[in-house]
């Protein structure tokens, strides 16, 4: 059975940085493409980031682009996203997703991201 | 950058009936959409990949149509536990993007 463990998420203040890690099991990590999708509260999906199997191909969305970076460790079955410059509209709830078919096919529990003052 | 457009917004429906969502794209996407449900609290679900494919699990009331920018879910008979929200994202190129989602609410 797939897992998917999010973890990192808290309350941080505009401009500073947290790191998520998904701790993931049950399937065959380092074959997967892996994402992180993010939620705000009452709001919809917004998907963030994506990275290749292997690790060097990387994408982001433009509203996160040179703040955060994806990564992750094959090794240990983690992945990361490590988020800088943290702005408000940042808050929301972050999913790590591993893909299948091409798409985000099983989904973490989500951890919850609160940027406030 | 591709953008999609969901509609309704709402959808209010009885048990039973039959729910069509659709989902527009601001080009052609081709093939590369799909579609997932969110019910409160809880993770997406993947339904239907690449505009027609059931994944692995889903009912066989799920279907799912289109092509290029005109998509459709349809949901054939509701059942209680389909009430809920439903979104579509394409993979077509990057950046990735969701829709707005439609809510399908009990009339």
């Known amino acids: 059975e797939v897992q998917l463990l999010d973890s990192g998420g808290g309350l941080v203040q505009p401009g500073g940085s947290l790191r998520l890690s998904c701790a993931a099991s049950?399937?065959?990590?380092?074959?997967?493409?892996m994402s992180w999708v993010r939620q705000a509260p009452g709001k919809g999906l917004e998907w963030v980031s994506t990275?290749?199997?292997?690790?060097?191909?990387?994408y982001y969305a433009d509203s996160v682009k040179g703040r955060f970076t994806i990564s992750r460790d094959n090794s240990k079955n983690t992945l990361y996203l490590q988020m800088n410059s943290l702005r408000a509209e940042d808050t929301a709830v972050y999913y790590c997703?591993?893909?299948?078919?091409?798409?985000?096919?099983?989904w973490g529990q989500g951890t919850l991201v609160s940027v406030s003052s | 950058e591709i953008v999609l457009t969901q509609s309704p917004a709402t959808l209010s429906l009885s048990p039973g009936e039959r729910a069509t969502l659709s989902c527009r794209a601001s080009?052609?996407?081709?093939?590369?959409l799909a579609w997932y449900q969110q019910k409160p609290g809880q993770a997406p679900r993947l339904l239907i990949f690449?505009?027609?494919n059931r994944a692995t699990g889903i009912p066989a009331r799920f279907s799912g149509s289109g092509s290029g920018t005109d998509f459709t879910l349809t949901i054939s008979s509701l059942e209680p536990e389909d009430f809920a929200v439903y979104y579509c994202?394409?993979?077509?190129?990057?950046?990735?993007?969701f829709g707005g989602g439609t809510k399908v609410e009990i009339k």
């Open positions: 997703v591993k893909h299948d078919y091409g798409y985000p096919s099983d």
């Open positions: 049950g399937f065959t990590f380092s074959s997967y493409a």
């Open positions: 990275i290749s199997p292997s690790g060097p191909n990387t």
């Open positions: 080009q052609s996407v081709s093939s590369y």
């Open positions: 690449d505009a027609s």
């Open positions: 994202q394409h993979r077509s190129n990057w950046p990735r993007a």
